[in-house]
């Protein structure tokens, strides 16, 4: 369990990687998850609970890599699920349910590719601001407000 931290929970930086396997992770002050930059694209965030970060994201990422891969996780109640900015990467087979703001945004130039996930009862399902181009493919995205 990786919880009530003054930060976020996980931080990856730049020219780092981690295998983050079966964690329950909840209510962190920032980002329950928190990436990006060149050398994180070996990154793989899989079977998590992701639940209540208390100021903001499940999972941040700025400037992730294509290898990236976010899987299998069940990220709810947080204000924005997974946020993507200026980042590539994979998100597969996640429950993304009951976050205030979305279930995913994305912004800047991102190009992720969301896969077979389930995003619901959120206020928006995905928000892809410009200049932002995600592959979605197979989602269930329902239930939300918008």
């Known amino acids: 369990m990786i919880s009530h931290n003054y930060n976020q929970g996980i931080l990856i930086v730049e020219g780092s990687s981690a295998e ?6 909840e209510n962190n002050i920032k980002a329950n998850i928190a990436l990006g ?3 994180t694209s070996k ?3 899989l079977y ?11 999972i941040f990422v700025v400037e992730g890599e294509r290898e990236l891969l976010i ?15 200026n980042s590539d990467g994979k998100v597969k087979g996640n429950k993304i349910m009951h976050n205030t703001r979305s279930g995913v945004l994305s912004a800047g130039r991102t ?3 969301v896969i077979s996930n389930i995003v619901e ?22 239930k939300n407000n918008v």
């Open 20 to 25: 983050i396997i079966a964690n329950k992770i």
């Open 37 to 39: 930059g060149e050398q």
């Open 43 to 45: 990154t793989r965030i």
């Open 48 to 58: 998590n609970y992701i639940f209540n970060s208390k100021s903001g994201e499940g």
């Open 71 to 85: 899987e299998d996780n069940q990220i709810e109640s947080n204000q924005d699920g997974l946020v993507f900015v």
């Open 111 to 113: 190009t992720a590719s």
């Open 121 to 142: 009862d959120s206020n928006t399902g995905i928000l892809i601001k410009d200049p932002s181009e995600l592959v979605l493919r197979k989602n269930e995205i329902c």
